[in-house]
């Protein structure tokens, strides 16, 4: 599923802290920490699929509520950011 969200134009976003992001990313996400997520939603285009990854899942989970109440319609948690480099 991550290669055909990808060509669409998918957004990929880890909500991760900016510490937990410096120590290891996946290229091709951006860093938006959950706790500043609420107020960085413009930096998240509504227009694409968006999918969100953490550590483990349960903060990307919270993200996908939030992005869900604030109209984005096509939202996807996959967990642990390690899934990208699979």
């Not at 991550?2 to 290891?24: M, Q, W």
């Not at 998240?44 to 550590?55: F, Q």
């Not at 319609?73 to 480099?85: A, D, M, Q, S």
Request: hydrophobic share 40%; charged share 20%.
């Amino acid at each position: 599923m991550l290669p055909e969200l990808k060509k669409s134009g998918a957004t990929f976003v880890d909500v991760r802290s900016a510490g937990e992001f410096a120590h290891a990313s996946a290229p091709g996400t951006i860093n938006i920490p959950l706790q500043e997520l609420g107020r960085r939603l413009g930096e998240i285009p509504k227009s694409s699929p968006v999918v969100l990854c953490c550590a483990s899942g349960t903060r990307s989970g919270m993200a996908k509520l939030l992005l869900k109440k604030n109209g984005y319609r096509e939202v996807y948690n996959i967990g642990t950011w390690g899934k990208f480099l699979a």
